[in-house]
């Protein structure tokens, strides 16, 4: 909660405490200034969110209660009933608030502040998700660069069409996430780009997710000296908002379509985990199940989407605000859940692309019954033992060049994203007992001391990372390839 807020709340519960309980008084243009002054504060300073309407309610009963002159009741039911009402509301008026806060960011902590703008990438690809007629692909996708620039007009956290899908996937009214305008985000929209070349990264979001939940993350990579364009997978993320502001919401139509009687692919493949069968009799159930499970054609739709972006790099390198700007000879990808086996897939097909990250997805497709030519690492959360470990399967060859192997304790699924700072509960936000700002520090270090070691070509020790976080568990693979 905000400060006003806090003691807005305050106020108002303890003179609620004082007028039930004690048989002294208060005068009541007292009381009715101070009221009146902290929430007038309040709008002026934090303006009004719909979080707080039952602190505006408590507020309300204290502000009649202290114009009232009524003689107070001295049985002791009525107060312990009107105790109980206002507490429970008391419960309430903290809960909400607190479940979705006006929270902070970390702020980035390179050399370089961080700069946004939106590119509207239109590809000559068929839009296979829709079913109107020569509709052809097209993306929305954030570029994050470094700048010089120390202020300017703040990057609104989550745009609208992203909101508005956020609202929809939970059933709620499309207001419902407006308080995310007080969110500071560190970063500055439209800012100049600093002075230099920097190396490129491309980054694939979650399944029914967004580019733009990522500003922990990602903002702390680009400060380190990267240009990340984020593609927003049209349809498959929460929302995208185009220049002429329509907006596109994940498509729940089309997700059901191509997942309907795909679960008995995998079905074998949950027995072969449960049924504890050895690595060696396991492999081949969970290499078909890999390479059949529907989510491999949505791996490799995404990793065409990259692959477009990589498409129009030179381009952006030669006009506009990014002219001479991109070190076009230094490419890397990474990505999130389902957008990290997108990025695993890129780098597997795009010989452009010189290093590769996942962070905690699943390795649908191709890769288990290949190696990467390039560096790449993987990112895990800290998942129970119990849990299907597809990726060791998926990963069997690793890499022909070196392979990363990274474990960060006590974090989940969602540590990698902003979720923990927008939801602080663990059992709504699926994250783990990391603190959240430990977490981004330990993955944004890993992301940036690979990539300043394999597109940089700085002489560091990713090695060194293990023995700096007792929370991060890290193997590296060179050279290995295990046949199967």
């Known amino acids: 909660m905000q400060l006003f807020e806090i003691l807005l709340l305050s106020i108002s519960t303890i003179y609620l405490g004082f007028h039930l309980f004690s048989q002294k008084t208060i005068e009541p243009k007292y009381i009715s200034g101070?009221?009146?002054?902290?929430?007038?504060?309040?709008?002026?300073?934090?303006?009004?969110?719909?979080?707080?309407?039952?602190?505006?309610?408590l507020w309300v009963i204290a502000f009649i209660s202290g114009l009232r002159r009524s003689?107070?009741?001295?049985?002791?039911?009525?107060?312990v009933s009107k105790g109980i009402r206002l507490s429970l509301l008391l419960i309430i008026a903290i809960f909400l608030p607190s479940v979705l806060p006006v929270f902070d960011l970390p702020e980035p902590e390179g050399p370089y502040s961080v700069g946004t703008r939106d590119i509207l990438l239109e590809l000559n690809r068929e839009e296979v998700i829709t079913e109107e007629e020569d509709d052809k692909r097209k993306l929305m996708v954030k570029v994050w660069y470094p700048s010089s620039d120390r202020e300017g007009e703040i990057d609104p956290y989550i745009d609208q069409g992203g909101r508005h899908g956020f609202a929809q996937k939970y059933g709620l009214p499309n207001s419902?996430?407006?308080?995310?305008?007080?969110?500071?985000?560190?970063?500055?929209?439209?800012?100049?780009?600093?002075?230099?070349?920097?190396?490129?990264?491309?980054?694939s979001h979650g399944y029914n997710s967004k580019a733009n939940s990522y500003y922990a993350l990602l903002s702390?990579?680009?400060?380190?000296?990267?240009?990340?364009?984020?593609?927003?997978?049209?349809?498959?993320?929460?929302?995208?908002?185009f220049p002429d502001g329509s907006e596109t919401y994940f498509n729940y139509e089309y997700a059901q379509e191509i997942e309907q009687g795909t679960w008995e692919d995998m079905e074998p493949v949950v027995a072969?985990?449960?049924?504890?069968?050895?690595?060696?009799?396991?492999?081949?159930i969970v290499k078909k199940g890999l390479k059949n499970y529907f989510v491999r054609e949505m791996v490799e739709r995404w990793s065409k989407d990259?692959?477009?972006?990589?498409?129009?790099?030179?381009s952006w390198n030669t006009s506009g605000f990014l002219k001479a700007k991109l070190d076009t000879d230094n490419i890397g990808v990474f990505g999130h859940s389902r957008g990290g086996g997108a990025a695993g897939e890129t780098l597997l097909t795009d010989k452009r692309i010189k290093a590769g990250a996942n962070v905690d997805g699943v390795q649908w497709g191709r890769i288990v019954d290949s190696a990467f030519e390039d560096p790449f690492l993987y990112i895990s959360a800290d998942w129970?033992?119990?849990?299907?470990?597809?990726?060791?399967?998926?990963?069997?060859?690793?890499?022909?060049?070196?392979?990363?192997?990274?474990?960060i304790y006590n974090t989940g699924h969602s540590n990698f994203m902003d979720?923990?700072?927008?939801?602080?509960?663990?059992?709504?936000?699926?994250?783990?007992?990391?603190?959240?700002?430990?977490?981004?520090?330990i993955t944004s270090r890993l992301i940036t001391t690979f990539f300043d070691k394999h597109l940089k070509n700085k002489e560091v020790d990713v090695d060194l990372l293990a023995s700096e976080y007792e929370l991060l568990n890290l193997k590296i693979y060179k050279r290995e390839l295990v046949n199967n």
């Open 34 to 57: 101070v009221l009146i002054l902290v929430i007038l504060v309040h709008f002026l300073v934090e303006g009004y969110r719909w979080q707080m309407i039952p602190a505006y309610l």
């Open 220 to 241: 702390q990579v680009v400060s380190q000296g990267y240009v990340v364009f984020a593609v927003n997978h049209t349809y498959e993320s929460t929302g995208s908002t």
């Open 71 to 79: 003689k107070k009741s001295s049985r002791t039911f009525i107060k």
């Open 384 to 407: 129970p033992e119990d849990k299907e470990d597809l990726n060791a399967h998926a990963y069997i060859n690793k890499s022909r060049s070196i392979f990363y192997e990274a474990r």
């Open 272 to 284: 072969a985990f449960k049924d504890d069968l050895s690595f060696k009799d396991r492999h081949p």
């Open 306 to 314: 990259l692959t477009g972006v990589v498409d129009h790099i030179d």
């Open 176 to 203: 419902t996430f407006n308080y995310l305008d007080k969110v500071d985000t560190h970063v500055y929209r439209n800012a100049n780009v600093a002075e230099g070349k920097f190396p490129v990264l491309v980054f």
């Open 419 to 441: 979720i923990p700072f927008m939801i602080p509960l663990e059992m709504l936000s699926e994250a783990g007992e990391i603190e959240p700002e430990k977490g981004i520090e």
